[in-house]
């Protein structure tokens, strides 16, 4: 199978089960993915991002060795909202290198603060903060008071759901 034939066929469920049984734990075939998912024709990678979100749920460990570059792809300027939501959504289950906690806290309180953001992509975020916080416990006072301000804020119940939980967590810590 071509891969990035494949995506270009269909948007759909089926289809991203399809090439994620495909892959199934085949790092050539995962490789075959990420560089569709890292492409810069936005109706492969937008596809791709499915995928790989797909293929992370059944195998996270193979993700690893594309950890760094999906880091460094959330400086993009406009990234497109597939590709940010799925890298975060990966990124708030793995333990990432300590020199990228930073930029990596830095792009999340961002994404917090942008009223513009999508809910998925704030949700997801919450959960990266946290975690770097747990390593770093005095950079829970610069994200509680965000998002003390998203619980008031936000009308999405999601936000405010997961906005009470990390709260709640960052207390404890």
């Known amino acids: 199978m071509n891969i990035e034939d494949q995506l270009l066929q269909e948007h759909s469920k089926e289809n991203t089960q399809c ?19 890292f492409s810069d024709t936005y109706r492969v990678s937008q596809r791709a991002a499915m995928a ?39 990124l708030q289950f793995m333990e990432f290198p ?5 930029q990596l806290f ?3 309180l961002g994404y917090l603060t942008d009223a513009k953001e999508a809910i998925a992509v704030k949700a997801f975020s919450m959960t990266i ?23 008031l804020q936000s009308e999405s119940a999601g936000i405010q759901n997961r906005s009470r939980k990390v709260l709640q967590a960052l207390y404890r810590l």
Do not use: W
């Open 98 to 102: 300590e020199q990228y906690e930073a």
């Open 19 to 37: 090439i994620v049984q495909y892959i199934g734990t085949d790092q050539n075939r995962l490789k075959e993915l990420m560089q569709c998912f």
């Open 129 to 151: 903060l946290y975690n770097i916080c747990k390593n770093h416990p005095d950079l829970k006072h610069e994200l509680i008071p965000i998002l003390q301000e998203l619980l």
């Open 52 to 90: 790989v979100s797909h293929c992370f749920d059944e195998h996270p460990e193979m993700m690893q060795p594309y950890q760094i570059r999906m880091i460094e792809l959330l400086e993009t300027p406009k990234l497109q909202i597939a590709l940010k939501r799925n890298i975060v959504r990966i």
């Open 106 to 108: 830095d792009r999340c």
